[in-house]
């Protein structure tokens, strides 16, 4: 099953705050934030593995709930190049219908305005 | 570093037509996937592969037929086009093991458009 992505869209003035959220049905053993711009390939942003670590860009945080299977990606002081469509995708027990893959959720439009 | 490589870039198909997405990666990973994606619908599954040899299909699999004879290749062969299969697709390899612990290299992608 797909995670759900959270919000759907958003529009930020350049230098403000935002948050995603991502959340799957099943338990998982690792997220994965993708961002893609308009025509081009999704663009690695970070992983968040079961039990804590973490790999991915300095400038990016993220969270990782496994309880509760939720992540969330924390952007903070968004710059015009943050824009476009970023993804969640999931990794557990049962990713992809028992495939070696990803989930992705639907993705999250994030436009920042100067 | 060339990374991953889709050719072509774009093509149109008629219905019932075959033909084969090409797919290379030059950085030695064992894991490489095809993903399709829709409009609102995220990127999905098709097939994936762990190694040479080693084939399995993804939560999309109907349709489509890959082969994995070397590390670098792995291609992506549409049998029988239909207009459900228009769609962007998207081949990514990764260093990992498998698709959970690594970060999946995407190459540019082809768009595919079946009449």
């Known amino acids: 099953q797909q995670p759900v992505q959270s919000p759907q869209a958003v529009i930020l003035r350049e230098g403000e705050d935002a948050v995603i959220n991502c959340s799957s049905s099943k338990a998982l053993y690792s997220v994965h934030w993708y961002r893609q711009k308009h025509g081009e390939a999704p663009v690695f942003l970070m992983i968040l593995l079961k039990g804590g670590e973490q790999k991915g860009h300095e400038k990016i945080s993220a969270s990782f709930n496994e309880k509760k299977q939720q992540s969330s990606l924390y952007l903070t002081a968004s710059q015009l190049s943050y824009s476009g469509t970023y993804f969640c995708g999931t990794y557990g027990p049962s990713s992809g219908g028992g495939a070696d893959g990803l989930t992705f959720g639907k993705g999250t439009h994030l436009i920042i305005q100067p | 570093n060339a990374g991953v490589t889709q050719t072509p870039k774009f093509q149109v198909l008629k219905t019932g037509q075959s033909m084969t997405l090409q797919c290379a990666q030059d950085m030695n990973h064992e894991y490489m996937s095809w993903y399709r994606q829709d409009p609102g619908m995220g990127l999905r599954l098709i097939h994936y592969?762990?190694?040479?040899?080693?084939?399995d299909q993804g939560e999309v699999p109907n349709g489509y037929n890959v082969s994995r004879s070397t590390t670098e290749d792995f291609p992506l062969r549409l049998l029988s086009a239909a207009p459900s299969q228009t769609s962007v697709y998207f081949c990514?390899?990764?260093?990992?093991?498998?698709?959970?612990?690594?970060?999946?290299?995407f190459g540019e992608g082809s768009r595919l458009t079946v009449l």
């Open positions: 990514a390899s990764s260093s990992s093991g498998g698709a959970g612990t690594g970060e999946l290299f």
């Open positions: 592969s762990v190694g040479a040899g080693i084939t």
